[in-house]
């Protein structure tokens, strides 16, 4: 698929946590963007979070520098001085304002960033742009994740072809807000920052803020969208008509990344789909649909093709939303197992239908016309192995 006009990207090794992989990588556009960015609400914040969260006030950048195998959390002052120590190496590398350079981090925390050993590679970093590809940053910028996860979509705008690619990493510490996570997006398109902020916080609110693992938010999750305007198309306003086709092709993008990353849960086994139907309201049938997600007990049977349904009705039943008992329907890919709150019988076909990769379960409360989607993934004893021996 190819990538946007005017993006050149770049990676190296540094062997920040471990030899044998490129682990520093760059993307940068030729001519200054338009930029949006959402970033973690956990209290404790990265070092490259807090740094970015300032510099994307301005709606302006051209380049990100992103490491894996260090987060630059919990590392104070030194680690306030490395990001922005990156940032101002990446800047002179490549004769920009230091402004204009934006930094994340992903991996361990709590351990000082090597900022010496990344400082030395920021040289080859920047000429080594335009010689690697968007699959070499995707790849780069992994952590635990057993896969690249990319996402392209293409679309016209003013008799314009406009290309949207992004890519992003994760498979633990995956839980809103956002969903450990590090999200780029780049487009071609011509676009305005109160337009491109508006629909960036949208597709990020319908997808990488509708994804859970393990229920433990992070550090350092922060996702950015660059717009470069090399299509050449009219800037897209809020009340362009192109509007909304835009949006809604950068939340096909958002959306296609946060399954993946639930998809690659760490241990997971299987993809869980959550459609929770006719709530009340958004907001109830979203916190019940991510009790029954977080829920240990629920992701365990699944991982033993267990339609234990019993376990979804008491989810419910503690999520604390309005609830009638006595109409609640549950389907689990696609076999009804709970008709108006009672058994169907049909656990062991059920059971059948659980022996695959991926699980549709549908929760339909009748008290309202309201839905959400939340993705999730079943648990295994693999996860427990991955994160126990994550530092050694």
Not at 310 to 333: H, Q, T
Not at 370 to 382: A, G, H, I
Request: glycine share 8%; charged share 25%.
């Amino acid at each position: 698929m190819k990538t946007p006009q005017g993006f050149i990207y770049s990676a190296v090794e540094v062997a920040i946590k471990k030899p044998g992989r490129k682990d520093l990588a760059l993307i940068c556009s030729k001519t200054e963007c338009t930029m949006a960015g959402m970033f973690t609400l956990n209290k404790v914040k990265a070092a490259p979070v807090l740094l970015d969260m300032q510099k994307i006030k301005s709606g302006k950048g051209n380049a990100v520098i992103v490491n894996s195998g260090n987060a630059n959390a919990c590392t104070g002052a030194r680690g306030m001085n490395d990001a922005a120590a990156m940032s101002k190496a990446v800047a002179s590398a490549l004769g920009l304002k230091d402004s204009m350079v934006y930094v994340c981090s992903t991996g361990v925390i709590g351990t000082p960033m090597p900022i010496e050993k990344i400082k030395a590679k920021i040289p080859e970093l920047a000429s080594a742009a335009n010689r690697h590809s968007f699959m070499d940053v995707a790849t780069a910028i992994m952590t635990t994740d057993t896969f690249t996860k990319t996402s392209h979509r293409q679309i016209t705008v003013d008799g314009k072809k406009i290309t949207i690619s992004g890519m992003c990493k994760g498979a633990g510490m995956i839980s809103p807000n956002m969903a450990t996570m590090l999200c780029f997006i780049i487009t071609d398109a011509a676009i305005q920052k109160n337009a491109l902020t508006a629909a960036f916080k949208n597709a990020i609110r319908r997808s990488f803020n509708r994804i859970t693992i393990d229920g433990d938010m992070s550090t350092n999750d922060t996702a950015l969208v660059m717009a470069n305007g090399e299509a050449g198309n009219d800037p897209i306003a809020l009340k362009s008509p192109d509007y909304p086709k835009f949006e809604a092709a950068l939340s096909n993008v958002a959306y296609e990344l946060s399954r993946m990353i639930a998809k690659d849960g760490e241990g997971a086994t299987k993809l869980i789909e959550i459609h929770l139907k006719n709530a009340k309201n958004e907001k109830e049938a979203e916190k019940a649909a991510f009790v029954i997600a977080n829920s240990m007990l629920v992701k365990t049977a699944f991982y033993g093709n267990d339609a234990n349904w019993g376990r979804i009705m008491a989810a419910l039943g503690r999520s604390g939303i309005a609830l009638k008992e006595d109409a609640v329907d549950i389907f689990i890919n696609g076999v009804k197992v709970v008709s108006k709150g009672l058994t169907n019988g049909k656990d062991g076909e059920a059971n059948k239908k659980l022996r695959t990769d991926e699980v549709k379960l549908v929760v339909d409360l009748k008290l309202g016309k309201n839905s959400v989607k939340v993705l999730t993934c079943d648990f295994s004893e693999d996860y427990v192995k991955i994160n126990a021996e994550y530092r050694t």
